[in-house]
């Protein structure tokens, strides 16, 4: 085991001292505590967690970057952690002995030639969150909420999923010693994220009935029953889902990018990135703000019609439907933060298509890192931007990768075979994907048949 939290240059104090409080988005309300349902009991709206003291007791941003940058070469356990390194900006349990961590974040930004050379725009980066331990972003956030929730004494944790929230909570919660109830929607979220809940020990539910379907009966079940609720309007988890924004900057040597995008499902992931964002405006670790815009799937659009039909003061919720599964929200819990977030980042809010979502899905595993197709909504909206002149060329770009392309092994073989498309309205369009396309090839066992396909496949393609 790696030695307790000291730095070279003696003991460092661990963690803060814990003097977060609950504040509503909605009247402004602050609390030291707070319900089951996160929601403020004043308004019913969502919290956040905000520290009155933090400002006047962090430290210099210098001294700060200088911290973290030291931390990355460190074997403490927290400091392993590409979360609890940036444990000045989050709420401190009251002991280290507390932390659930699976040494998540520390995640790469890779450059994008091929996207690069499709989009003309010549800085294009990946922030790949699919390579946390369980494959997704949620990790940073789950981290941090299963710690508070371990705190609490809690036996037992919950959530509602599209499949990575799942998957990653029961982690958490078996490296953590809890147990897991996990609620998603039967025959709608990938067998390979099931798999992983089922291998960390959750009581599984396959509910017949959709994400937001779902997610209603949590928020029911945590009012009856001792469970502490882990999806993201725990406010804990928003502010572990913070540090990605903060390793960014720290990648970028603290040079903010113009644009960062990033997909929209049930918003707290945008929510998560814009606060970090601000903070670090507030704080001085960043001159000015990157934009950051949400790109949804166009049958899960409720976050776009929520701004354009709504002007962002109420929610339009839809019926939602998309292969992309891990958005395939219509009720976003989220919606208001994120529409705050947008507001204060002047960032842009887009849709795109089955065909554009399975378009720029392909051209990301061409880049040999891949991506599932909730990710690659960011990609297909970057394309989009650009056509409306929101981005242009010239501007650094970071496309938020959400989750590994082994989460959902169906809707790649179902591509590569010819089969994502069939019998669906796209059927025709769907030919220009065909240049994408390598589905395997059957074959007898010899030489010859293999000599053969590789001279086709060279023939066929001889500048690849
Ligand atoms: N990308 C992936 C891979 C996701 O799993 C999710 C959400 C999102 C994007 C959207 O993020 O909800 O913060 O706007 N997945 C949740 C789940 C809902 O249950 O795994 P968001």
């Known amino acids: 085991m790696p030695p307790p939290t000291t730095s070279e240059k003696g003991p460092e104090p661990s963690l803060p001292q814990a003097t977060f409080c609950f504040h509503c988005i909605g009247c402004g309300s602050a609390s030291q505590a707070a319900a089951q349902d996160f929601r403020c009991p004043q308004c019913n709206n969502l919290l956040e967690i905000t520290d009155p003291s933090w400002k006047s007791a962090t ?33 401190a349990p009251a002991s280290e002995q507390h932390v659930v961590t699976l040494r998540e974040g520390n995640t790469p930004l890779y450059e994008l030639p091929q996207s690069s050379r499709v989009t003309g725009v010549r800085r294009l980066y990946a922030k790949h969150q699919g390579m946390n331990p369980t494959g997704s972003f949620k990790d940073a956030g789950m981290t941090v909420a299963s710690t508070f929730a371990r705190q609490a004494g809690y036996r037992w944790v919950a959530c509602a999923s599209t499949g990575n929230t799942s998957a990653s909570m029961a982690a958490y919660a078996a490296r953590g010693g809890m147990r897991s109830l996990v609620l998603v929607p039967k025959g709608k979220i990938s067998w390979s994220k099931l798999s992983q809940a089922l291998d960390y020990g959750a009581l599984t539910c396959q509910l017949r009935t959709d994400f937001d379907g779902c997610l209603r009966l949590l928020l029911e079940l945590v009012r009856r029953a001792p469970v502490y609720q882990l999806n993201s309007i725990n406010p804990f988890r928003i502010e572990g889902q913070k540090t990605l924004a903060l390793e960014l900057l720290e990648q970028l040597d603290w040079q903010p990018p113009d644009h960062i995008i990033v997909p929209g499902g049930n918003l707290g992931n945008s929510s998560a990135i814009g606060k970090a964002l601000l903070e670090m405006l507030d704080l001085g670790l960043i001159p000015r703000l990157p934009k950051l815009s949400v790109i949804q799937a166009e049958g899960a659009n409720a976050l776009v019609r929520t701004l354009r039909e709504a002007g962002g003061k109420r929610l339009v919720s839809v019926q939602a439907e998309t292969r992309a599964t891990a958005i395939r929200i219509g009720n976003p819990a989220s919606w208001e933060k994120a529409v705050k977030v947008l507001q204060a980042t002047d960032g842009a809010c887009e849709q795109v298509s089955e065909l554009e979502i399975a378009e720029a899905k392909a051209e990301i595993g061409t880049e040999g890192i891949g991506c599932e197709p909730a990710s690659a909504v960011t990609l297909a909206g970057l394309k989009k ?35 994502l498309f069939q019998g669906a309205a796209q ?19 010899t030489l010859d048949a293999v000599i053969k396909t590789l001279e086709q496949a060279e023939k066929s393609d001889p500048t690849h």
Not at 69 to 89: H, I, K, P, Q, Y
Not at 408 to 419: S, V, W
Not at 427 to 445: C, G, I, M, T, W
């Open 59 to 91: 430290l210099p941003a210098a001294t700060l970057k200088s911290v973290w940058r030291d931390r990355r070469s460190s074997n403490a356990t927290l400091d392993l952690s590409g979360v609890w390194r940036f444990r000045e900006l989050l709420p």
């Open 385 to 419: 931007l650009l056509r409306e002149g929101f981005v242009k060329p010239e501007e650094t770009v970071v496309l938020i990768l959400t989750g590994n392309l082994l989460k959902d092994p169906e809707y790649t073989i179902e591509f590569h075979r010819g089969g």
């Open 427 to 445: 059927e025709q369009q769907s030919a220009k994907l065909n240049q994408f396309r390598h589905p395997p090839v059957v074959l007898d066992a």
